[in-house]
T-cell receptor, first 110, second 115 residues
């Protein structure tokens, strides 16, 4: 079955530092989505990447989709305390078994 | 607010009982996916319904079953509850386009505790 591995599992940063989480798949993905889940909340959609090598930005967040469409990354520049939460990548592969990574829990020290 | 509502928000059941969880999807969406999220883990895909038919299933036993109605709302049924079924159950609504999944909007979830 489709496997999506996400690293690191945890990341603690000082406010103002950068943060990156990586998502790697054993199979080629048709698209990849990123979600953020605040503690006690539900996943909230951030972005979807579809094209090979695609890069998208949302303010301080930069999302990349690898050339082979097997990996992706989310980079946050100059983290803020509002960035705290778990970031999940989510693959919608052609076999329709939608797979979330285990997520990266980001904590930010003010 | 995503427009996706789940009920109930919390539920306590006894081992061996049956439970039905409900989800109303966002207006205009035709697909509902269900996930189980244990504490500290990522959501695990249970199954997806597209136009009232099951469109994919994760590694869950047959005692997990579902329905999608003509208005695209959905139910998740779990029979013979086990202690390990205690988790947050999330419903996600999306619009299936060209046999591919678009962004999903999640409900607040139902917190199920099996005792």
């Amino acid at each position: 079955g489709q496997q999506v591995m996400q690293i690191p599992q945890y990341q603690h940063v000082q406010e103002g530092e950068d943060f990156t989480t990586y998502c790697n798949s054993s199979t080629t993905l048709s698209n990849i989505q990123w979600y953020k889940q605040r503690p006690g909340g539900h996943p909230v959609f951030l972005i979807q990447l579809v094209k090979s090598g695609e890069v998208k930005k949302q303010k301080r967040l930069t999302f990349q989709f690898g050339e082979a469409k097997k990996n992706s990354s989310l980079h946050i520049t100059a983290t803020q305390t509002t960035d705290v939460g778990t970031y999940f990548c989510h693959s919608g592969g052609s076999n329709y078994k939608l797979t979330f990574g285990k997520g990266t829990l980001l904590t930010v020290n003010p | 607010e995503t427009g996706v509502t789940q009920s109930p928000t919390h539920l306590i059941k006894t081992r061996g009982q049956q439970v039905t969880l409900r989800c109303s999807s966002q207006s205009g969406h035709n697909t509902v996916s269900w996930y189980q999220q244990a504490l500290g883990q990522g959501p695990q895909f249970i199954f997806q319904y597209y136009r009232e038919e099951e469109n994919g299933r994760g590694n869950f036993p047959p005692r997990f079953s579902g329905l999608q109605f003509p208005n695209y709302s959905s139910e998740l049924n779990v029979n013979a509850l086990e202690l390990d079924d205690s988790a947050l159950y999330l419903c996600a609504s999306s619009l299936m386009s060209h046999r591919d999944n678009t962004e999903a909007f999640f409900g607040q979830g139902t917190r199920l505790t099996v005792v």
